[in-house]
């Protein structure tokens, strides 16, 4: 049971990750795969004439600034565009892949975040009618039924909040939080950066391995949205997910070669 979650960065092509995951699945291996789309979500923003716009929290994580109308484009473009794109893809190679979000059958329930603090020019702001938050708890009845009948679940964001209202989620955290659901050995964090970089974006610095006592050393070396897949890799970890991967998606045969231990290699 492999859980695949594919960064929504610019530069990631898919047909590398499709060809490779096809030939897992032929193989008959299980996969989930789950995406992002923060480059699809910005490039459709600017299209429709809203400028995007992110937010730094003071412990340095950063956020799309999702207010209502953002979240309209997010969910056109993570489930319109990059969800049916992976589909498409997937099923031209043979695979009966099937697109979700994280809606269908409340799959990824969370918390909608009730304020928000973001630091600008040195200072902290409260926001608070920000659709963002965490997925909480993920139901993966509908992914195992689909699985049992031979498709491959592709799972778009966004998720749902207890109030019913779909909200902007980390889609790196959603993937642990689905791996730890499914009991996956392994979970497999890929985007455009080789791994956990020491001193980004320089690539001979990547650190290969990281063992649960030092996840506090390699939280302190994330920058930016890193922080994010650090943060994911952890809780997977602590959760019981056997391996996790922060690996290059960019790479030939992405899939396989982060199971080999390219990246960096949490466990």
């Known amino acids: 049971m492999i859980v695949v979650k594919i960064g929504g960065a610019a530069g990631i092509s898919h047909d590398a990750l499709c060809d490779?995951?096809?030939?897992?699945?032929?193989?008959?291996?299980?996969?989930?795969i789950v995406h992002g789309g923060s480059d699809a979500t910005t490039s459709l923003a600017r299209q429709l004439g809203r400028e995007p716009q992110f937010i730094t929290s003071p412990s340095g994580h950063t956020s799309r600034r999702t207010d209502p109308r953002t979240l309209?484009?997010?969910q056109m473009a993570c489930r319109g565009v990059v969800n049916q794109s992976?589909?498409?893809?997937?099923?031209?190679?043979?695979?009966?892949?099937?697109?979700?979000?994280?809606v269908?059958?409340?799959?990824?329930?969370g918390t909608r975040k009730s304020a928000?603090?973001?630091?600008?020019?040195?200072?902290?702001r409260i926001i608070r009618d920000d659709f963002s938050g965490t997925v909480d708890r993920v139901d993966p009845s509908l992914l195992n039924t689909l699985m049992d009948a031979g498709y491959t679940p592709v799972i778009s964001p966004p998720g749902l909040s207890e109030a019913g209202e779909p909200i902007n989620v980390d889609a790196d955290r959603a993937a642990a939080r689905t791996a730890v659901a499914l009991g996956a050995d392994n979970l497999l964090l890929l985007s455009n950066v080789p791994g956990l970089l020491r001193a980004y974006p320089d690539a001979s610095s990547l650190v290969a391995a990281v063992s649960i006592?030092?996840?506090?050393?390699?939280?302190?070396?994330?920058?930016?949205?890193?922080?994010?897949?650090?943060?994911?890799?952890?809780?997977?970890?602590?959760?019981?997910?056997?391996?996790?991967?922060?690996?290059?998606?960019r790479a030939e045969s992405p899939i396989s070669r982060a199971l080999d231990g390219a990246g960096t290699v949490f466990a």
Do not use: F, P, Q
Request: with cysteine.
């Open 213 to 249: 006592e030092r996840l506090d050393e390699a939280e302190s070396l994330a920058n930016g949205r890193m922080k994010n897949k650090v943060l994911a890799a952890r809780e997977a970890l602590l959760s019981g997910v056997r391996r996790v991967v922060i690996g290059d998606a």
């Open 116 to 124: 928000i603090r973001a630091v600008e020019d040195g200072r902290t």
């Open 20 to 32: 490779d995951a096809a030939a897992h699945i032929a193989c008959g291996e299980r996969l989930v």
């Open 72 to 74: 309209e484009i997010y």
């Open 86 to 102: 992976l589909v498409l893809a997937l099923v031209r190679r043979g695979v009966r892949a099937v697109g979700i979000s994280g």
């Open 104 to 109: 269908d059958a409340s799959l990824w329930r």
